[in-house]
T-cell receptor, first 115, second 113 residues
Framework: KAGVTQTPRYLIKTRGQQVTLSCSPISGHRSVSWYQQTPGQGLQFLFEYFSETQRNKGNFPGRFSGRQFSNSRSEMNVSTLELGDSALYLC??????????????FGPGTRLTVL | GNSVTQMEGPVTLSEEAFLTINCTYTATGYPSLFWYVQYPGEGLQLLLKATKADDKGSNKGFEATYRKETTSFHLEKGSVQVSDSAVYFCALSVQNTGNQFYFGTGTSLTVIP
């Protein structure tokens, strides 16, 4: 079974631009979560989508948005990029286990550098 | 609220040394507990998990026991290898928050030959 794929793996943008990152979950997984990882803040939860609906949202400004398509693929968009948005953006595919507990599987991440 | 606290690194050990990375948690419900590992340049990989008290998760020589009485999930390995050098994250998820995951800040481990 193929794992979580994220594209692109690396991206360089300049301040003020916008960027779109893509994530394809493991086949059959309907939930996708996004995280931002930086050396100073660690892993921070951005949002989670399930069946094309945002189910949870972290504490990020409105410049960060996402969506999920009917095939469970997800995109996140960051508008008006700032230097502080430079980070590794991780996507996780989630699956429901017995007893309504869940497990996450991560993709390799997209390394975004804002100049 | 829900949170995870893990020991700060970096941790440097010689090959074959014993490893312990401490992790404690607070949770509003009954959490599932996880350890993830991140190798350089890669995403996070699930290392092991435990879903109820006294469960022991194990994988690749690593172990962690879900201790409800001490709200802990310490990661241990009896004999580390150079290939274990990575960043380790403790995490929890709680059903009553929509299974949102909460991560610790990560502990960097370097194993030297």
């Amino acid at each position: 079974k193929a794992g979580v794929t994220q594209t692109p793996r690396y991206l360089i943008k300049t301040r003020g631009q916008q960027v779109t990152l893509s994530c394809s979950p493991i086949s059959g997984h309907r939930s996708v979560s996004w995280y931002q990882q930086t050396p100073g803040q660690g892993l921070q939860f951005l949002f989670e989508y399930f069946s094309e609906t945002q189910r949870n949202k972290g504490n990020f400004p409105g410049r960060f948005s996402g969506r999920q398509f009917s095939n469970s693929r997800s995109e996140m968009n960051v508008s008006t990029l700032e230097l502080g948005d430079s980070a590794l953006y991780l996507c996780a595919s989630r699956v429901r286990l017995a007893g309504a507990r869940e497990e996450q599987f991560f993709g390799p991440g997209t390394r975004l550098t804002v100049l | 609220g829900n949170s995870v606290t893990q020991m700060e690194g970096p941790v440097t050990l010689s090959e074959e040394a014993f490893l312990t990375i401490n992790c404690t948690y607070t949770a509003t419900g009954y959490p599932s507990l996880f350890w993830y590992v991140q190798y350089p340049g890669e995403g996070l990989q699930l290392l092991l998990k435990a879903t109820k008290a006294d469960d022991k998760g194990s994988n690749k020589g690593f172990e962690a026991t879900y201790r409800k009485e001490t709200t802990s999930f310490h990661l241990e390995k009896g004999s580390v290898q150079v290939s274990d050098s990575a960043v380790y994250f403790c995490a929890l998820s709680v059903q009553n928050t929509g299974n949102q995951f909460y991560f610790g800040t990560g502990t960097s481990l370097t194993v030297i030959p």
